[in-house]
């Protein structure tokens, strides 16, 4: 009698396992998921550059420690500076008043002068430019549709720097400098590397768009700006509630955390300053634009979805129910009322004075009625609220620069702020310069940068979809919070610039995708390779792109034919 071994274990011997699918795949470079512990899953460790880098660069082991430490802000304040250096040079150049800051530079003058908001006359402008301490305030009051916040913002720099140029521009460049920052800050904590925030914040600094809406005195730029620090504020605090799980969590013999459902369903996490600072940057944010309260409510539900992982993590078995009975109403105090208290504190102005639009609405028109009892200003206030939503719902008058929402990400219809075509020899045009030169100040954003997240968005909705990563959830989340709210108003005049609120998430996803693309930790030396390669090519060709585009971003004269040039698309002129 022969007994031979089934074909399915040919090559191995009798009663020998055969090889795993995941061990048939490690001939072709996949790589299993490392497995962690329960500490590491709530609270990740930062990632750290291999030994061998430090041996191939001959740092010593004290040094490389000092560099960790110094890099961790270093590394962010470096990206910044240059953002800074990039935002702040010639911020007064072009001498105009362009585009939308003919309402927001004046009104913030008005504002911080006596309060409110005033009627200025249409021609104003060139006498403002021409001298600005000529040029009374108008004591009428004016009909404004957006919240003061910003204006308050921009009417500092021109308390400081006087009703110029670069004194109403000043603010929103120092809140351009600071978003890049916060950006690299807040990639590093949520990709628990330095590297990959730094890179996030980079990208930043060189969108075309985020630097163009940076060196305008438009609300958009101070939107994104208060956005983007609360999405800060909201990562630090999940930190915070899974370091204080941890904690709670008991260890065993071996030293390690153990799940704990009676600790993961029945623990307060108590007081959550950081979830606070987010409600107050989320009122600030709808106290520049309306389309806060959009952002209010997503990222509200982020908040909570992260809270429910975090319980699920440690151990709850009814994580949803769990957060409802203990997270849920804490939430909504700390975010919500402080949101809606610090939209009416930014009225102050216009409360306490009585020649505001529609200050004294409650005493003359308004009188009777069901909410008699309520302060007139707050009666007041509402009625302007209810104004101002009808009139942005009707906006719908044609404008040369609108545009779809479907088209932002591709680019397909920049705004341009301001354009002239000064003659050879005069307004910096080189004297030999065969025709006109062009200067235009064009809010687009960087084309190579915002193509390469398209792409990124599909890699980011993949990992959430598939592979749960918080991370992407938390990026697509800051990007639908500002894009998805447009698409509900595709018959209203709307702009490209206002995707300016979501560009800090797109560049989040560029780097998540360049992470992907350098290789995972414990990958092969060829892998790591061809992926840095990969990665600084594409990054190399961004900056490349923004140095390319330069002139189109500062108003800088070019000749015609290099202003043509960088017109890649007829939607471009």
């Given at each position: 009698?022969?007994?031979?071994a089934?074909e399915?274990?040919?090559g191995?011997?009798a009663?020998?396992?055969?090889?795993?699918?995941?061990?048939?795949?490690?001939?072709?470079?996949?790589v299993p998921?490392?497995?962690t512990?329960?500490?590491?899953?709530?609270?990740?460790?930062?990632?750290?550059?291999?030994?061998?880098?430090?041996?191939v660069?001959?740092v010593?082991?004290a040094?490389?420690?000092?560099?960790l430490?110094?890099?961790a802000?270093?590394g962010?304040?470096?990206?910044?500076?240059?953002a800074?250096?990039?935002?702040?040079?010639h911020?007064?150049?072009?001498?105009?008043?362009?585009?939308?800051?003919t309402?927001?530079?004046k009104?913030?003058?008005?504002?911080?002068?006596?309060?409110?908001?005033?009627?200025?006359?249409?021609d104003?402008?060139?006498?403002?430019?021409?001298?600005p301490?000529?040029?009374p305030?108008?004591?009428?009051?004016?009909?404004?549709?957006?919240p003061?916040?910003?204006?308050?913002?921009?009417g500092?720099?021109?308390?400081?720097?006087?009703?110029?140029?670069?004194?109403?521009?000043f603010?929103?460049a120092?809140?351009?400098?600071?978003?890049?920052?916060?950006?690299?800050?807040?990639?590093?904590r949520?990709?628990?590397?330095t590297?990959?925030?730094?890179?996030?914040g980079a990208?930043?600094?060189?969108?075309?768009?985020?630097?163009?809406?940076?060196?305008?005195?438009?609300?958009?730029?101070?939107?994104?700006?208060?956005?983007?620090?609360?999405?800060?504020?909201?990562?630090?605090?999940?930190?915070?509630?899974?370091?204080?799980?941890?904690s709670?969590?008991?260890?065993?013999?071996?030293?390690?955390l153990?799940?704990?459902?009676?600790?993961?369903?029945?623990?307060?996490?108590?007081?959550?300053?950081?979830?606070?600072?987010?409600?107050?940057?989320l009122?600030?944010?709808?106290?520049?634009?309306?389309?806060?309260?959009?952002?209010?409510?997503?990222?509200?539900?982020?908040?909570?979805?992260?809270?429910?992982?975090?319980?699920?993590?440690?151990?709850?078995?009814?994580?949803?129910?769990t957060?409802?009975r203990?997270?849920?109403?804490?939430?909504?105090?700390?975010?919500?009322?402080v949101?809606?208290?610090?939209?009416?504190?930014?009225w102050t102005?216009?409360?306490?004075?009585?020649?505001g639009?529609f200050?004294?609405?409650a005493?003359?028109?308004?009188?009777?009625?069901?909410?008699?009892?309520?302060?007139?200003?707050?009666r007041?206030?509402?009625?302007?609220e209810?104004e101002?939503?009808q009139?942005?719902?009707?906006?719908t008058?044609?404008?040369?620069?609108?545009?779809?929402?479907?088209?932002?990400?591709?680019?397909?219809?920049?705004?341009?702020?301001?354009y002239?075509?000064?003659?050879?020899?005069?307004?910096?045009?080189?004297?030999?310069?065969?025709?006109?030169?062009?200067?235009?100040?064009?809010?687009?954003g960087?084309?190579?940068?915002?193509?390469?997240?398209?792409?990124?968005?599909?890699?980011v909705?993949?990992?959430?979809?598939?592979?749960?990563?918080?991370?992407?959830?938390?990026?697509?989340?800051?990007?639908?919070?500002?894009?998805?709210?447009?698409f509900?108003?595709?018959?209203?005049?709307i702009?490209?610039?206002?995707?300016?609120?979501?560009?800090?998430?797109?560049?989040?996803?560029?780097?998540?995708?360049?992470?992907?693309?350098?290789?995972?930790?414990?990958?092969?030396?060829?892998?790591?390779?061809?992926?840095?390669?990969?990665?600084?090519?594409?990054?190399?060709?961004?900056?490349?792109?923004?140095?390319?585009?330069?002139?189109?971003?500062?108003?800088?004269?070019?000749?015609?034919?290099?202003?043509r040039?960088?017109?890649?698309f007829?939607?471009?002129?």
């Amino acid at each position: 009698m022969t007994s031979t071994a089934p074909e399915a274990l040919q090559g191995h011997d009798a009663g020998e396992t055969p090889p795993s699918w995941p061990q048939r795949l490690r001939r072709f470079g996949h790589v299993p998921r490392p497995v962690t512990g329960l500490r590491e899953r709530l609270v990740p460790p930062y990632t750290r550059p291999s030994d061998r880098l430090w041996a191939v660069l001959a740092v010593p082991p004290a040094t490389a420690e000092r560099l960790l430490r110094w890099a961790a802000w270093g590394g962010p304040l470096l990206v910044a500076a240059v953002a800074g250096a990039l935002r702040f040079w010639h911020l007064g150049s072009p001498k105009a008043v362009i585009f939308d800051e003919t309402y927001y530079a004046k009104d913030a003058w008005a504002l911080v002068n006596q309060g409110y908001e005033g009627s200025w006359p249409k021609d104003i402008d060139k006498k403002i430019l021409a001298d600005p301490s000529s040029v009374p305030l108008p004591t009428d009051p004016g009909y404004v549709v957006h919240p003061p916040v910003g204006k308050w913002i921009i009417g500092l720099g021109e308390q400081l720097f006087g009703f110029t140029p670069f004194g109403w521009r000043f603010m929103v460049a120092v809140l351009g400098t600071l978003s890049v920052l916060m950006l690299c800050r807040i990639g590093r904590r949520l990709f628990r590397s330095t590297f990959l925030g730094c890179l996030a914040g980079a990208l930043l600094a060189v969108d075309g768009l985020h630097f163009v809406m940076s060196r305008t005195a438009l609300l958009d730029l101070v939107l994104m700006f208060f956005v983007l620090a609360a999405f800060g504020c909201l990562v630090i605090d999940r930190d915070w509630a899974r370091r204080r799980l941890a904690s709670a969590l008991p260890v065993d013999d071996e030293g390690l955390l153990r799940p704990d459902t009676e600790v993961a369903e029945r623990l307060r996490l108590g007081w959550r300053p950081w979830r606070i600072a987010a409600g107050l940057m989320l009122g600030l944010a709808f106290a520049t634009k309306w389309n806060g309260l959009y952002i209010l409510a997503a990222f509200a539900v982020m908040a909570v979805l992260w809270d429910v992982g975090a319980r699920r993590t440690a151990g709850a078995v009814r994580p949803y129910l769990t957060v409802l009975r203990r997270d849920i109403v804490p939430a909504f105090f700390s975010t919500v009322p402080v949101a809606i208290a610090t939209y009416i504190a930014s009225w102050t102005g216009w409360i306490v004075t009585d020649k505001g639009y529609f200050r004294n609405w409650a005493t003359t028109q308004g009188k009777g009625g069901h909410f008699t009892w309520l302060p007139d200003w707050l009666r007041s206030l509402w009625h302007y609220e209810n104004e101002v939503y009808q009139f942005h719902v009707n906006l719908t008058s044609g404008h040369t620069y609108q545009s779809n929402p479907w088209s932002w990400i591709v680019l397909g219809r920049p705004v341009s702020y301001f354009y002239e075509d000064p003659k050879p020899g005069t307004d910096g045009c080189p004297a030999g310069t065969a025709g006109n030169c062009a200067r235009e100040v064009l809010a687009i954003g960087t084309p190579l940068l915002w193509w390469a997240a398209g792409l990124a968005l599909c890699y980011v909705l993949w990992r959430w979809f598939f592979r749960r990563d918080w991370r992407a959830g938390a990026i697509a989340c800051g990007v639908a919070a500002g894009w998805v709210p447009w698409f509900f108003y595709q018959e209203r005049t709307i702009f490209l610039f206002y995707a300016v609120v979501f560009v800090p998430y797109l560049c989040l996803a560029v780097a998540m995708m360049v992470g992907a693309l350098v290789g995972p930790p414990g990958s092969d030396e060829r892998r790591r390779t061809i992926g840095a390669v990969g990665a600084g090519v594409l990054v190399l060709l961004i900056i490349w792109n923004f140095i390319y585009f330069w002139p189109l971003y500062t108003g800088s004269p070019i000749p015609i034919d290099a202003w043509r040039s960088r017109m890649w698309f007829d939607t471009w002129v």
